[in-house]
């Protein structure tokens, strides 16, 4: 919870989210009843994984991107069935309806859920039914994006694309394609071949890049894969050509604050370059990445920034507004969420 007086001001914002990966909002008290009821062995080896509160206390500790994977992939093997991923799904939208999300993009993994067994139509079963109860519940709009991972062979990401991916990118059940897990070592033009064929397909691209990875990852991700969205991309402040291509093509990027301190890319949310893009008019929204992971939801996300860079209500205007247009819903939609916008704006300039 922020300091100041704002935190109503904040609660209130209509909010966007785009960098939300559904594994990593599993809590650890649901890791441990669903690993318990599917009797699926936890690593016993390892004392963080004693209970609930001694592997909470272990993330509150991550050294690395790869040291918060190891044990974010051992949480998501306790996910078997349908019924597992609407559960989490619908949990996610709950939490983020009381923060005041109204439209939310979410990842999800399937190559690893495949790999141990569970087919990819479940796992998009389960999140689809989340998702539809959580419209009709909450009213929250949402759309999903289905993430090739890097730290597994590009053919093991390009067979999942081409058999499971493709048919529902097609018809729209998932909206976009992203890339994500260890970045170094695996710039973008590792994956051409899959995002050249989504390109051609017309499907809305987006790669995690520049989160521990330098600058050339996020230039990678733009000249190489031709995204219009980088997820996190917080190095644009090495280079001014890269970021005023960012703004002349206005590319989103999705910034995760919380998530950067927990993984140690940054010491501190102050020394994130969230004034510079404001400046530079770099689009960017504000996300939780992986919030039962690294401490908070989006809305804690708001309040850190906030702490962190004392905004004014009409910075947030801004921030929020790109957050609309740089979503991948209807114009109907956005027109919606402009005008809440609108209001809530309207009514915190009266006070
Ligand atoms: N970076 C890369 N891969 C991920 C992340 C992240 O922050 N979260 C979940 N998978
Ligand atoms: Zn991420």
């Keep these: 919870m922020c300091q100041g007086k704002q935190h109503e001001f904040l609660q209130a914002l209509p909010k966007c989210e785009h960098h939300m990966h559904l594994e990593g909002s599993l809590s650890p008290e649901l890791l441990f009843t669903l690993a318990r009821r599917n009797n699926i062995d936890l690593p016993s080896s390892d004392p963080a994984f004693q209970s609930p509160s001694s592997l909470l206390a272990r993330y509150r500790q991550f050294t690395s991107l790869d040291d918060f994977l190891h044990y974010y992939f051992i949480g998501m093997s306790v996910l078997m069935s349908a019924a597992d991923f609407e559960s ?44 539809e109860r959580a419209m009709a519940d909450f009213g929250i709009s949402s759309e999903i994006i289905v993430c090739v991972l890097r730290h597994l062979p590009v053919e093991d990401g390009h067979a999942m694309y081409t058999e499971h991916a493709v048919p529902d990118l097609e018809v729209g059940r998932v909206k976009g394609l992203g890339l994500s897990s260890t970045e170094l070592g695996n710039l973008g033009t590792k994956y051409t071949s899959i995002y050249s064929d989504a390109e051609n397909r ?11 990875g330098g600058v050339e990852y996020m230039a990678s991700a733009l000249y190489d894969l031709h995204v219009t969205r980088v997820d996190h991309g917080i190095k644009l402040g090495h280079s001014p050509e890269l970021m005023r291509e960012f703004v002349d093509r206005n590319i989103l990027v999705t910034l995760c604050p919380m998530s950067n301190v927990e993984l140690k890319c940054v010491t501190k949310i102050a020394d ?35 702490d962190a860079f004392s905004l004014t209500n009409q910075e947030w205007g801004v921030i929020c507004g790109n957050a609309i247009e740089g979503s991948w819903c209807t114009e109907e939609r956005k027109s919606h969420l402009r005008e809440r916008l609108a209001s809530v704006l309207q009514m915190f300039e009266q006070r």
């Design 88 to 131: 989490l799904t619908y949990d996610y939208f709950r939490i983020a309806h009381s923060d005041g999300v109204l439209h939310a993009e979410v990842f999800f993994d399937p190559q690893v859920h495949m790999h141990r067994g569970v087919p990819y139509a479940a796992v998009v079963e389960g999140i689809t039914r989340g998702r």
């Design 202 to 212: 017309g499907f809305n691209l987006t790669a995690h890049a520049g989160e521990e």
């Design 272 to 306: 994130l370059p969230l004034r510079l893009y404001l400046d530079q008019g770099v689009k960017f929204s504000i996300n939780s990445d992986d919030p039962a992971y690294f401490g908070g939801y989006i809305l804690e996300n708001y309040c850190q920034v906030q």
